[in-house]
């Protein structure tokens, strides 16, 4: 805040390198998300060096989001989140490499945007032993496997929005969640006789909801069975939110498959999921996601709805 009008009202500058790049006069600094973003950063300068995140607008933005652009709700959620983040040691995941065979085991893909240039990913669920991989790995390591999925998803999330909307005045819409495809075809009776399972996958959610505001704004479940159903009433009951919408398919692919290529590229989409990507064999894998083509695809998108 620099200063105060004659009727009370807030004068806020938003600076950048030294410049006055905007200024805002406001009854309440909700009011202007460019102040709100402002004021959240001000807040957290004590933990500002913990990770260049917390810097990063469009990440404090998340936050202000879930939080109904509350500044002092977000401060909370925020501080709650880098204390487990710091625990976890979350900023060596951002580059870190999967364990050999993790993501052959796990056939996961972050390697397409939707027609609005955010992430899309998709997932062969039905293929996953989730039984089989916790039984082998623990519990806890398969967590922490994930968050680390999580946490590069989130970062290349961030970038995608920062292309979409940087340089335009922001709004509590200038963040968008990713878009994930399940195929449950062949999940498997066996994992839901595991409570180890259920817990897991339970566990999982809480830690999206909990520490990756806005990581997703739809998930698609394709092939749903009578066995998939079960698991997937536990992950509704936790991740359906007005923010976060779910649609889900039986096994007719001509039910899901305009759904799919109305909202993703079908040149990005492997064939499995109703796209024209060809479906390749395993391949080795270290990484989950590559920003730079990632960042390249949304904009190619760009140019071709410009023309």
Same mark, same amino acid.
């Given at each position: 805040i620099l200063s105060y009008t004659s009727s009370g009202k807030a004068i806020y500058l938003n600076v950048q390198q030294g410049v006055i790049t905007k200024v805002f006069i406001m009854e309440t600094i909700e +009011?202007?998300? @460019?102040?709100?973003?402002? !004021? ?5 300068? #004590? ?8 810097? $990063? ?18 401060? *909370? ?8 983040? *710091?625990?976890? @040691? ?9 364990? #050999? ?9 972050? #390697?397409?945007?939707?027609?609005s240039g955010s992430l899309a990913a998709s997932v062969q669920a039905g293929l996953v032993d989730i039984r089989g991989i916790l039984e082998e790995r623990g519990r806890a390591n398969v967590v922490k496997l ?5 946490? /590069? ?7 995608? +929005?920062?292309?979409?909307f940087g340089g335009e005045f922001l709004t509590e819409n200038s963040v968008e969640g990713g878009t994930m495809i399940l195929d449950m075809n062949n999940f498997q009776a066996r994992h839901l006789g595991s409570?180890?399972?259920? /817990? =897991? ?21 394709? +092939?749903?069975?009578?066995?998939? =159903? ?24 001509? !039910?899901?498959? $305009?759904?799919?290529?109305? /909202? ?6 492997? $064939? ?9 064999? *395993? ?6 996601? $590559? ?10 998108? /760009?140019?071709?709805? =410009? @023309?």
């Amino acid at each position: 805040i620099l200063s105060y009008t004659s009727s009370g009202k807030a004068i806020y500058l938003n600076v950048q390198q030294g410049v006055i790049t905007k200024v805002f006069i406001m009854e309440t600094i909700e +009011n202007c998300v @460019d102040a709100a973003i402002a !004021e959240l950063r001000t807040n957290i300068k #004590d933990i500002i060096h913990e990770d260049s995140l917390y810097g $990063d607008e469009f990440y404090l933005l998340r936050w202000l989001k879930v939080s109904n652009m509350k500044v002092k709700k977000a401060e *909370k959620y925020l501080r709650s989140t880098a204390k487990w983040r *710091k625990e976890l @040691d979350v900023s060596s995941m951002y580059n870190g490499s999967f364990p #050999d065979g993790w993501l052959e085991s796990m056939p996961i893909y972050a #390697d397409a945007v939707t027609n609005s240039g955010s992430l899309a990913a998709s997932v062969q669920a039905g293929l996953v032993d989730i039984r089989g991989i916790l039984e082998e790995r623990g519990r806890a390591n398969v967590v922490k496997l994930l968050v680390q999925a999580f946490v /590069q998803a989130e970062r290349v999330l961030v970038e995608l +929005n920062r292309n979409r909307f940087g340089g335009e005045f922001l709004t509590e819409n200038s963040v968008e969640g990713g878009t994930m495809i399940l195929d449950m075809n062949n999940f498997q009776a066996r994992h839901l006789g595991s409570l180890q399972v259920l /817990q =897991t996958v339970g566990e999982v959610c809480k830690i999206i909801v909990k520490y990756f505001p806005v990581l997703g704004a739809r998930i698609i479940v394709l +092939n749903c069975n009578s066995f998939a =159903t079960v698991i997937l009433k536990i992950i509704r009951s936790i991740l359906e939110s007005p923010s976060l919408v779910f649609e889900v398919y039986g096994q007719d692919k001509s !039910e899901w498959q $305009d759904s799919i290529t109305s /909202q993703i590229p079908s040149h990005l989409i492997r $064939d499995v999921f109703g796209g024209t990507r060809p479906t390749e064999e *395993k391949i080795r894998r270290d990484t989950l996601v $590559d920003t730079r083509a990632l960042l390249s695809y949304a904009r190619d998108l /760009q140019r071709i709805s =410009t @023309d």
